[in-house]
T-cell receptor, first 113, second 108 residues
Framework: EPEVTQTPSHQVTQMGQEVILRCVPI?????FYWYRQILGQKVEFLVS????????KSEIFDDQFSVERPDGSNFTLKIRSTKLEDSAMYFC???????????FGEGSWLTVV | GIQVEQSPPDLILQEGANSTLRCNFS?????LQWFHQNPWGQLINLFY???GTKQNGRLSATTVATERYSLLYISSSQTTDSGVYFC??????????FGPGTRLSVLP
């Protein structure tokens, strides 16, 4: 079965540093998503991306966050100046269209110290 | 936006027992998926089931879209079934919202 792949699997960063989390969605998919999950809590929507632009974002996705599809295959999430409360598992997801299965990557665990 | 509720929040079973997990949602959906989050944090896609019934081995799911609920059945539970089960639903736009999850513990 095709997979969404994410790198790194785990990153530890100092507070205030910039972090880029990378995702390779499934090749024929058109809709891309980032979610996060703080340890022990629910999975929260961050942002959706379609046709090279953000289509929806949550209140969590503030000016510290940005997304990009730099080369037609990768989909990145950047956190400009990390805070302790950004420590979480970040999931990338993709799907062909809005009526189909969403496939999730294995997640990138970010620890901010 | 769509609200998603799951019950029960926690469930403890003996190995071999059966269980039913429930997901209620507040609006019409065109996507509903059940996930199992394993101890390593991975979200394992169990079912894509916006309506109807599906079965996969010991697991089955039923969604009654007109009544805005879905059920996940686990039969003959095993210790490896332990983890958190999430229901997530999508409306006719791009929203895809997770419920709070049911934490299942299967004891040997």
């Amino acid at each position: 079965e095709p997979e969404v792949t994410q790198t790194p699997s785990h990153q530890v960063t100092q507070m205030g540093q910039e972090v880029i989390l990378r995702c390779v969605p499934i090749s024929n998919h058109l809709y891309f998503y980032w979610y996060r999950q703080i340890l022990g809590q629910k999975v929260e929507f961050l942002v959706s991306f379609y046709n090279n632009e953000i289509s929806e974002k949550s209140e969590i996705f503030d000016d510290q966050f940005s997304v990009e599809r730099p080369d037609g295959s990768n989909f990145t999430l950047k956190i400009r100046s990390t805070k302790l409360e950004d420590s979480a598992m970040y999931f990338c997801a993709s799907r062909v269209d809005t009526g189909n299965t969403i496939y999730f990557g294995e997640g990138s665990w970010l620890t901010v110290v | 936006g769509i609200q998603v509720e799951q019950s029960p929040p926690d469930l403890i079973l003996q190995e071999g027992a059966n269980s039913t997990l429930r997901c209620n949602f507040s609006d019409s959906v065109n996507n509903l998926q059940w996930f199992h989050q394993n101890p390593w944090g991975q979200l394992i896609n169990l079912f894509y089931i916006p309506s109807g019934t599906k079965q996969n081995g010991r697991l089955s799911a039923t969604t009654v879209a007109t009544e805005r609920y879905s059920l996940l059945y686990i039969s003959s539970s095993q210790t490896t079934d332990s983890g958190v089960y999430f229901c997530a639903v999508g409306d006719y736009g791009q929203n895809f919202v997770f419920g709070p999850g049911t934490r299942l513990s299967v004891l040997p």
